[in-house]
């Protein structure tokens, strides 16, 4: 097998499995921060129950997503050397403000979080919470800035055989980075909001003891993941349009648009022939494409056979192509798995806002399940937009071939990739089991919350 | 002082901070198994870190992160050449949180002792595999011409680098015995320092091993000549006066002395490094220098502002943690992990 084959499927594994973890932890963090602020503004001890049963798993996530993320710091150094050489001048210094600014941030304040019940002021835990709920989200935001750099290029120049960062402000200002970031935070509010939604179905289906605690949680759970999915929706169709400027063939290969059109469809459903770029059966609906593009049934989207023409022009012979297959269904498995959580959502708000929680079983089971749409489409998401870029890593600037570290075999990563394959799988086992405990054994009776922090057995 | 060595020095005070800060850690891990003989002991012993490995560990993030947007060269190569020792290293530190977190939240015996086994391996690896590291950067390693590592796993594993794994690893065993016998209570300090006595002895024999080895086996007596200077007499002698502190029960002092050894073994090998990121055995040539390796100019500016303005903030509220938690763990303490 071929190395850069390799290396691209153990960053794909470590990453998608590390971002399994990612949104969870930036939503719940804020919800938790919420419950926190609201028991310390009212003295209800229903939110201070809520507080400590949802920061519990909170925790248990925040852990998997704390040393999943420590891989990520490095691979790039241990498999992309050629990547890290050419870019590091960029590349390298928003991942080292991530970490002045926001890991810190979060991993000392999450100690002070769960081990400081009786060591601080109420209002001051609660503000540590919140410190945690930004730190994490700053982290999403810079790592985002360095991923936006890869999708769109700015405030370099290329000098000494590499691109030399020339304009710092540039890389923030990055439009890329202001259509990217809202989408994956309102995504991760969405991820959180269906969490505390699904597992407070299972509660209210069971009639479980505390069950206004978990009547509260499905009601804000809702809402929250209500807004989370709309507003992940619009930016995610502004982002659609900016990817349509910026990268037109992933817009292409999104579609499995092989030719020009204008208005062009949007395929509803498409098996094609990838290797002759055609189709060999498709369901189209005219316009609509078009549509989407630019928000009118007129407008001329550009296919991949043109573009390929073009990139030749432009970048010399090669394949300019991604998998198209794999960015045409990613990308509805994104879309599709966003509307089944709008209908739910939608549905259990319009429930609640009328009888305070739905009773109907057959949606809260359907609830419960759905703990898995936001996971399905946030991996989906990410599998998309990076290998909707190929064969670029860096868009126009370096391929992903021309990335990969030399001095490290084939033996060697096969030998990492099973091995973190491996210990991600273990540990995704022990994961489960203890979030189905924690969630599963509801919240204890007053006395023993009163006496039991966050953490605790 | 240029840009260049500015950012050298900062990334030694990260790898100073960490090895500092996480080289209790490490210890603390490593003796947990064997310091704590019931399930309750070993809760205590590992809530005595509970509240800060986390932001301990940020310390090596950051250096790598450091190491990226100031010396990408440095970065590049280090991390593609010492590949198979990394990796080992990531597995251990991702089992190793996770076991923190996890451990106590299942009452099954056999959950624990798993648990405390992989944190037990997952502290006492990276604490082998950090000296193996620091030694071989300033042995030289096979890089050619193109900044890349050409010596395969085993090149690495050689008796220098191994006696600088041996050093480091009971350091940090020593650094977190001293630790826990500030930390502990209930009359688990004694156990502590009895412990700390013991490891003291190969804790000595590898450090002073290492220091001459430092001299014999690499470039820098031809560098900087034979009279070792201060700073790697400091760290030596301040493991020597560790012995009167732990017998005579002066904790503290005996802390603050695997603390300054550990600081002043760190810093002798940048010394020994400066201003070579990265020594090659194969040509001084094609040795990554802080200038060969490093950022351009503007980069270099825009980090120095961005550390300027940040890193005096982190060290106030990581100091502020460990205020709030400067009480002993004694069996009444309400244990969270």
């Known amino acids: 097998m071929d190395v850069v084959i390799l290396a691209r499927l153990q960053f794909a594994i470590t990453t998608v499995y590390h971002f399994f973890f990612v949104p969870l932890t930036l939503g719940l963090a804020v919800l938790v921060a919420i419950f926190e602020t609201i028991y310390v503004k009212t003295g209800d001890e229903t939110y201070k129950k809520m507080t400590k049963f949802w920061g519990k798993l909170f925790l248990i996530n925040f852990a998997m997503g704390v040393v999943t993320g420590i891989v990520q710091e490095f691979q790039f150094g241990m498999n992309w050397s050629e990547y890290s050489r050419f870019m590091g001048d960029i590349f390298g210094a928003p991942l080292a403000i991530e970490a002045l600014l926001a890991f810190y941030l979060e991993s000392v304040f999450i100690g002070i979080w769960i081990f400081g019940w009786d060591k601080i002021s109420k209002p001051l835990h609660a503000v540590v919470i919140w410190l945690v709920a930004i730190g994490s989200n700053i982290s999403a935001l810079w790592i985002l800035v360095a991923n936006s750099f890869m999708q769109k290029p700015v405030g370099y120049v290329l000098r000494n055989g590499r691109a030399e960062m020339d304009n710092f402000f540039a890389l923030l200002g990055n439009g890329h980075v202001w259509v990217q970031w809202p989408h994956v935070f309102f995504s991760a509010v969405a991820t959180a909001g269906f969490f505390v939604a699904g ?14 605690v978990f009547k509260r949680s499905f009601r804000i759970g809702v809402l929250y993941a209500t807004i989370g999915v709309v507003l992940s929706m619009l930016v995610g169709h502004s982002q659609a349009q900016y990817m349509t400027r910026i990268q037109p063939m992933k817009m292409a290969a999104a579609e499995a648009l092989w030719e020009t059109e204008d208005p062009a469809a949007m395929s509803l459903f498409t098996i094609g022939n990838e290797k002759e770029r055609r189709d060999v059966f498709a369901i189209r609906v005219p316009g609509l494409l078009s549509f989407l593009a630019f928000n009118r049934f007129s407008g001329e989207v550009r296919g991949i056979n043109d573009l390929q023409r073009e990139y030749q022009i432009t970048y010399g012979p090669g394949d300019y192509v991604p998998p198209v297959a794999i960015s045409y269904w990613t990308f509805r498995i994104m879309v599709g798995a966003g509307m089944a959580m709008f209908a739910l959502a939608a549905f259990g708000l319009w429930t609640a806002a009328r009888k305070g929680v739905p009773e109907n079983s057959l949606y809260l089971k359907l609830m419960f399940w759905a703990i898995a749409l936001p996971y399905i489409a946030n991996s989906a998401g990410w599998i998309f937009t990076e290998v909707g870029r190929q064969p670029w890593i860096v868009f126009g600037l370096q391929k992903t071939a021309d990335a990969v570290s030399t001095s490290v075999g084939v033996g060697e990563v096969m030998f990492s990739l099973i091995a973190f394959t491996l210990v991600y ?14 969630a599963g054994a509801g919240v204890p009776d007053d006395d023993a919350t009163a006496a039991a922090p966050v953490g605790a057995v | 002082m240029d840009l260049n060595t500015l950012w050298f020095a900062l990334i030694a005070v990260l790898f100073v901070g960490f090895f500092f800060l996480e080289g209790f850690d490490y210890g603390v891990g490593i003796l947990h198994p064997f310091l704590g003989k019931n399930d309750t002991e070993r809760r205590m012993i590992v809530n005595t870190i509970g509240p800060v490995w986390d932001g301990n560990e940020v310390w090596m993030i950051t250096a790598g992160g450091a190491m990226f947007a100031a010396f990408p060269h440095w970065y590049a190569t280090l991390f593609s050449g010492f590949y198979l020792a990394l990796v080992l290293m990531l597995l251990a530190l991702i089992v190793r949180g996770v076991a923190f977190e996890f451990r ?9 002792t798993t648990w405390d086994w992989v944190i ?36 690495l594993l050689n008796p220098y680098a191994l006696i ?78 560790g012995r009167w502190t732990i017998s005579n029960r002066r904790d503290g002092w005996s802390f603050i002395l695997t603390a300054i050894s550990v600081v002043f073994a760190t810093v002798t090998v940048f010394i020994a490094l400066f201003p070579r990121v990265m020594v090659s055995s194969l040509d001084p040539d094609w040795s990554l220098t802080i200038y060969n390796a490093a950022s351009s100019p503007y980069t270099l500016k825009v980090m120095s502002i961005v550390a300027g303005l940040l890193v005096p903030v982190v060290l106030v509220y990581q100091a502020w943690t460990y205020w709030i938690f400067r009480k002993r763990i004694t069996p009444e303490t309400h244990l969270h992990y």
């Open chain 1, 199 to 212: 597992i407070s179905a299972w509660h209210l289906l069971r009639q479980s003891d505390q069950l206004e």
């Open chain 1, 425 to 438: 799988g273990v540990l995704m086992v022990a994961d489960v089991v203890l979030l189905r405990k924690f």
């Open chain 2, 104 to 112: 106590s939240k299942m009452d099954e015996p056999g959950w624990r």
């Open chain 2, 120 to 155: 037990f391996f997952g502290s006492a690896i990276p604490a082998l595999l950090w000296g193996v590291a620091l030694a071989n950067l300033i042995r030289g390693v096979p890089i050619d011409g193109n900044m890349n590592y050409v010596g395969g796993f085993f090149n």
């Open chain 2, 164 to 241: 600088g794994g041996l050093a480091s690893l009971t350091l940090f065993t020593l650094h977190g015995a001293t630790f826990l016998t500030l930390k502990l209570g209930g009359g688990l300090e004694d156990r502590a320092r009895v412990y700390a006595g013991v490891i003291w002895y190969p804790a000595v024999l590898f450090l002073f091993l290492f220091v001459a080895g430092t001299y014999w086996m690499t470039d820098v007596h031809e560098r900087l000549g034979l009279d070792p200077g201060v700073v790697p007499t400091v760290a030596v002698l301040a493991l020597f006066a």
